[in-house]
Every structure is written in C-alpha cells, then in structure tokens.
C-alpha cells in the first residue's frame, strides 16, 4: 500500500495521444499512465516526470488493444504474435483449429506460447473444457451446442447472441434473416462484391475480424489493421471500425473485462497512425478498392509491455545506452 | 568446396486456394463450379492470345548476376522468366503490372531462419512472402531423426521455397539438453540424410552448443566433408567452453562455411570491444574464404558492433533474418529491414541486393539456379518501395537509430505466380471483376 497522499510512479506513460475508447465514452487527448501491467490513471496532463518510459503519442490515436475473434492459429494456421500483436490486436480468438481433443497441444504449442491473449472457440462439443479453462475457452465453432456462444458461417443451427462470420463472402449469407433472429454479424473474410451493396443497405457488421489463414495473409493482406482500413475505405467512421474491434467482440464472447482502457483493467493498447497516401486493397476474392487512408499500428501494449513499436517511440537511442550496455 | 548437387526439384503442390474448406463452404463452391469452368475455357481463349503470363514494366531492375541496374522489363510465361528487355509490348502478356518508381530484384533469398523445430519457429508462407523472401533456408531447426517430418510437414506444404541447413544434432534444435548432446551428433549418419535429400538439404548447422571443446564444430565439418556441403556455425565462446573464436575462424572452418551472427558481441568478436577495431584474424579468416552472414535474430545485430564494422567496410557476405517468433516483434528483422539497416550503415542497395540473392545462392551451391533474373530460371521476383523520411530501426538490445532509407516490400512473385501484391497492382477493381470468380 502507497501512504496517502504519495505519488505513484509510473512504468510507461502514453502522453497526449487522441484516445478513443468507445466502451468509456472517451474521445479526446489524454495521457495513460500504466504501471504493474495495469492502467494507473486516464487523465489529462499527467506530469512525464513520474514515469519511468514516455512514449510522445501526439502524432496518433491510442485505443483499446484490438480484438480479432476470427482467426486461424493452429498447427496449419498462422503465428498470432507475428500477425496480430504487431497490427495492435492484443486478443485474438481462434476459430475452430482445437477440437476437445486436441486443445491439450493447441494450448501448450500456440496458447501459452504467445504474448498475444490466444482465446478459442472449440471446434464441436468443448465438454469439460469450457469448465476447466473458462478464461480460454469463448465458444464453440461451426453451430450452437450448449450455452457458449458459437461462432459460424452458416446461419442453420445459430441462435440468437451466436456470431454468423464471412458475413460478405461469395456465399452471401442471408443478412438481414440473420440480424432479425439476433444473431450478431461478424466480417471474417470478405468480399468487396458482396460488401460494398451490403452496407448501402444498412447491413454492417456488429464485429470485425480477420479469418486470417496462411492465405488470407497473402494477397488479400487481412491484418486487423488492413481490415479496419478496408471498412474505413468503405464508408465506415474511424469511431465505427474501433466500436466493432474492441467492445463489439468484447460483448459478442461475453469478456466484459476486454476491449477498453479502464483504470484498473489490463494495460492493452494499441496506438494506431492514420496515414493518408494512393493505396487499394485487395478483398478474399482479389478484388481491389482504391483508397485515400490506411490505419497502420505503431506501438501495441500487452499487459502493460511494449512488444510492438515500429517508430521507435519507447526506445533510446542506442549511442545515448552505452556502447555495451545490455540493460533495457 | 564447390559441391555437386542435384537439380532441386520445383513441383509445387496444388492447393485448394483462396477459401478454406469448411462446413458450409462445400456447398456454395458447388454452385460456383460450373460458372468456373465456363469463364476458365473462355478466358483460354482470349490468354492463348497472350505469349506471357506477367509482365512487370519500367521497374528498375537490380538483377546483378547479369549485372542490370536500370529501368527493364521482365515477362514471365510457365512460371519462369521469359524475357527482360528495356520495352516489352504489354499487349504480349495476360496481366501487367506497372512498376514504375520501384526496385525490381530476383527474390530474396533468406539464408537463416526458422521455420521447424525450434519453439520459435514461424510459418515460412505469411512471414517470407509478404517480405520478398521467396527462398527460406531454415537454419537447424531439423537433425537427421526429423528431417523426413520437416519435410512432409513444412518443406512440401509451403509456396515459398524451404531449404535446410540440417543440424548436427540429431534431433535438430529443440533445446539445450539435446543441442549439449554430443552423444547425438553423428557425421555419418548427418551425411547419409543429406545424400539422401540433396534437393532440400543445402548444408549443415551447429548451434547453441554450450559444452566443452569443439566436438560440436568438428563433428559438423566432418559430416560436411563427407557430403560435400558447407556448415553454418552458431556458437558461443565463453571462456569455460575452452573455444576462442580466432582459433574457430581459422583453423576450425574450411573456406565456403559460414558463421552468421556477424554482429554478435558473444559468439564472435568481430569488432575488439575496447580498441573499436576490427580484428585483424577476421578480416584474415574472410581472406581464407569463411563467409560471415548477417544472422539478425532476437541478440545478434548490436548497434555498437554493426555500426563499428560497417563504418570501417567490414559488410556481412550475406544478409539473412534469423527470424522468429521474438526477432520479428521489437527488432522487426524480416529481409527489407535487415536490408534497410545495412543501406543506413552505408551498404549502397545494389550490394545489399548482391549478399540477399547472388551470395546467399553461392553459399549454398545453388547459383545461378537461384538468385537471379536470368532468362529460363524459375520466376522468383520482389518489387520494392525505396522510402525515403525519418525512420526508426531497431537492434536485438531494443535500442534505436534512426535512418532516412527504408525498403518496403510492394509485391512478390514465386515460381510465376502474384502471391503478395500490396497495393492490388495486379488485379482489377471490385465493381469490374465479376461477381463470384476469384481472381487469378
């Protein structure tokens, strides 16, 4: 216990970024002191002195670390750290790889193996392992069995507050049936075909993911960041792409406790750039949709580590170090 | 030292592309399967037109095994290279891609990474590609007992190119206690598998051996000598493992093997940590013909050291990542940043592209068979972006420099096909595409 009236020091101080933190209603600039892995304080005009790293985030938007509730991490999957962490997703849930069976080596081969937070939702019946590892297991994949919620691309056997995911894929799954019956409409892989009149209709989706695999990873580049850039160039507000990647899937797999910045709750954040250039993106089918700006994430927190920091912003520089020095 | 090796074999498998087969999936690629064969035999008709498959235009062309450094054309057509000429009619090729204001090279080829075996292992397909690697050489991560579930498992699966520097250890690298075990480190049988395998297998590596004496090493060389093939060398020289890396550079390694993690300060002094100097005994052990491979990984590039050497021309013979699982997070060390960190050390691009294509293939006994654009070879091309601005790099100790260069992968082709195209160069807006095909 500090004595009262003492001054926390800080371990990491994320100073004047634009937050936009939609479960907390916050949308301005603030500064998010972490300290022992959790958010300390959310406040304007925390002094730099009282942390012990600084990280200058005027340029950027700081948010809620992103949360990818399809994706493909198995032994034929992709490795979550590599493609998720470093597009500010800090939990990414797999979709369907680890059957009751073979969770054991799914969790001691990829699960407690990254940094990123690996959820799962259990290919088929989970049994006792919904039970044993509540904390892990989110759902059930493919249709509904039991309380869990599910997670699926066909709408037969889903119930209401069960995720329906490709939602834009060429197998156009019927919408507007879906959302009627409750069932919450997750993007996975897409198409612009499909896409683009879709949302003209009103249909958006309540989440967005990735369904990244070995081959979505490729041509169509589906990232969080590249997919959240894709919806943007599709008509979505930055505030719309960041509700659908951060309380969206906390609520859809029932983890209050993700998807915000809460003093208290778990320090993970991502810092995210809006660029502004020529780009085109390449949808699932290798459609492309030329757009004006890309979201690209330079700094991710995990647990209130930097393990992601393409600009450098956390880091000295390495004449200030010492020429042998080995201390971070 | 020059070994004779097989031709490797080049067939890649067939895979389902584009969507995973999944419940639900079935059915709808069902209903799209006779829509498919009817545009497959009309778009023959029109491509029967078209003598090229790809055509990338106006890029400028590194290709310096056939020493070209300007602005060329290259035409692909059977999954190899056609044709490179300064103007290629577009009219002759199914697809072109404009790459004006871009670099165009032979693809990377990625002398030291992980992609079996070892916990940090990778997928060689989404961490090669979509940064202009298109040949990975997994560095140990396999020994002679694993090697055949390497190959069935990740060398047969994978678009990219996988080759193996197979371990000297018999269980290849897969922790501490096995990698001490000199018990398992069989010559005979390390070069009976590599006979065996000549097409995948490329040479040998020792690493992390952490005992005494140099059984490691020499057990190594010796099953090098025996298959004819070059040994890449990862060790530590702390006093108590009675090794100094003046006797390993010259005496212990022949000409043509390779130590990597050039940039080390614990495996190898290539820079006297108190006079700044390079050491004499490594500039007389590259003389002899030891190669010295860049190796970045998660502790082995060290701006101290790195900046020393290369300010006083000491360059790696060949750039390679060692990536894995932790390389690829603060360090960021996939082939354009380690290239970027050598062009901000001073390296001109041109050299950076000869020690990531040409030099890597010799160290391995595959060139001219791999690492060029020469007409008839296999198709393995990468398309860069030179930025220029203020950038950030940043060395295994997660300290930076800051650069003004920085290489950005924009699009890669391997064995003929478009597997990585960042900004949709080489395929059509979604409202001209047709509604249900994916695009080839």
Redesign the interface.
């Known amino acids: 216990m500090m004595p009262i009236g003492a001054q926390e020091i800080y371990d990491l101080l994320l100073k004047n970024g634009h937050v936009i933190d939609p479960k907390n209603g916050r949308n301005e600039r603030l500064d998010i002191a972490i300290s022992k892995g959790r958010v300390a304080k959310v406040a304007k005009g925390i002094p730099a002195a009282h942390s012990r790293r600084v990280v200058d985030a005027s340029d950027y938007y700081v948010t809620p670390g992103l949360i990818d509730i399809h994706g493909?991490f198995g032994a034929d999957?992709?490795?979550p750290?590599?493609?998720s962490?470093?597009s500010g997703v800090t939990t990414a849930v797999d979709a369907?790889s680890a059957t009751a069976t073979t969770f054991g080596s799914f969790k001691t081969t990829v699960i407690d193996?990254s940094?990123t937070r690996v959820l799962a939702f259990v290919n088929g019946d989970p049994g006792p392992l919904a039970a044993k590892y509540p904390e892990i297991v989110v759902g059930v994949w493919?249709a509904a069995a039991g309380k869990m919620p599910a997670l699926?691309?066909?709408l037969a056997g889903l119930r209401a507050g069960d995720i329906l995911t490709n939602i834009y894929?060429?197998?156009e799954p019927p919408l507007a049936e879906a959302r009627k019956k409750g069932v919450l409409l997750d993007t996975g892989?897409f198409?612009?075909?499909v896409a683009?009149p879709a949302l003209k209709r009103g249909l958006l989706p309540d989440t967005i993911s990735t369904g990244m695999?070995?081959?979505t990873?490729?041509?169509p580049?589906a990232t969080m960041t590249n997919v959240m850039s894709k919806f943007m160039a599709m008509g979505l507000t930055l505030e719309q792409v960041l509700e659908r990647t951060t309380i969206g899937p906390a609520k859809a797999i029932r983890r209050p406790d993700l998807g915000s910045i809460t003093v208290g709750g778990m320090a993970d954040l991502a810092v995210l750039e809006l660029r502004t250039g020529k780009?085109?993106?390449?949808?699932?089918?290798?459609?492309?949709?030329?757009a004006g700006k890309e979201l690209r994430c330079v700094l991710t927190v995990r647990n209130g580590a930097?393990?992601?920091?393409?600009?450098?912003?956390s880091?000295?520089?390495?004449?200030d170090?010492g020429?042998?020095?080995?201390f971070? | 030292m020059k070994a004779i090796h097989q031709r490797a074999s080049e067939g890649l498998p067939t895979?389902a592309?584009?969507?995973?087969a999944?419940?639900?999936?079935f059915?709808?690629a069902a209903a799209?399967m006779k829509s498919t064969t009817m545009l497959l035999l009309f778009a023959g008709l029109v491509w029967s037109q078209s003598r090229y498959d790809l055509l990338l235009k106006q890029g400028h062309v590194i290709d310096p095994a056939n020493r070209i450094d300007g602005v060329m054309d290259i035409a692909v057509a059977g999954g190899k290279i056609a044709r490179v000429a300064a103007n290629i009619p577009a009219g002759e090729a199914r697809k072109v891609i404009d790459a004006q204001g871009l670099y165009v090279t032979p693809g990377l080829i990625d002398l030291h990474a992980h992609v079996f075996g070892y916990?940090g292992s990778?997928?060689p397909?989404?961490?090669a590609?979509?940064a202009g690697t298109t040949t990975i050489v997994d560095a140990g991560g396999a020994g002679w007992r694993t090697f055949e579930e390497m190959l069935e498992g990740v060398i047969r699966p994978s678009k990219t190119r996988v080759l193996s520097l197979i371990n000297i250890v018999g269980h290849g690298m897969t922790g501490q206690a096995f990698e001490d075990n000199v018990a398992d480190m069989d010559s005979e049988k390390t070069a009976a598998k590599i006979i065996e395998r000549r097409a995948h297998i490329v040479g040998i590596k020792t690493a992390h051996f952490g005992g005494y004496g140099w059984a490691a090493i020499d057990r190594a060389v010796a099953a090098g000598n025996l298959a004819k093939v070059p040994v890449m060398v990862d060790d530590k020289i702390f006093t108590l493992t009675g090794r100094t890396s003046k006797e390993k550079v010259l005496s212990k390694l022949r000409p043509g093997d390779m130590h990597t993690h050039v940039f080390n300060?614990r495996q190898l002094e290539v820079v006297d940590?108190y006079s700044g100097k390079v050491q004499p005994y490594v500039l007389e052990a590259r003389a002899r013909g030891v190669l010295f491979d860049l190796g970045h990984g998660g502790g082995s590039f060290l701006?101290?050291v790195a900046?020393k050497a290369m300010a006083q021309g000491f360059y790696p013979d060949t750039i390679s990542t060692d990536l894995h699982?932790s390389s690829?997070?603060?360090a960021?060390s996939d082939m354009p940043n380690c290239i970027s960190k050598m062009l901000n050390l001073g390296m001109p691009l041109q050299g950076a592209i000869l020690r990531s294509t040409v030099n890597p293939a010799k160290a391995i006994g595959r060139y001219p068979e791999m690492g060029t654009l020469s007409e008839g070879q296999i198709a393995d091309i990468a398309v860069f972006r030179l930025k220029t601005g203020v950038?950030?790099?940043?060395?295994a100790?997660?300290?930076?420099?800051?650069g003004t260069q920085k290489l950005e992968s924009v699009l890669t082709v391997r064995a003929g096909d478009?597997?990585?195209?960042?900004?949709?160069?080489g395929?059509?807006?979604?409202?001209k595409?047709g509604?249900?095909?994916?695009?080839?």
């Open positions: 493909h999957g992709v490795n750290d590599h493609n962490l470093r369907g193996h940094k493919g699926g691309d066909s894929s060429q197998a892989q198409w612009f075909r683009i695999d070995k081959t990873l490729l041509l580049r780009l085109a993106f390449l949808d699932s089918g290798h459609a492309k949709l030329t930097v393990v992601w920091d393409s600009e450098g912003l880091l000295t520089h390495w004449r170090a020429p042998y020095s080995n971070k | 895979r592309a584009g969507w995973r999944r419940p639900g999936a059915a709808a799209g916990s990778l997928n397909d989404d961490s590609l979509p300060d940590r701006w101290p900046a699982s690829i997070m603060m960021e950038f950030a790099f940043k060395d100790w997660q300290h930076k420099d800051l478009l597997v990585f195209d960042m900004e949709g160069r395929f059509p807006e979604w409202d595409a509604k249900y095909e994916v695009i080839r």
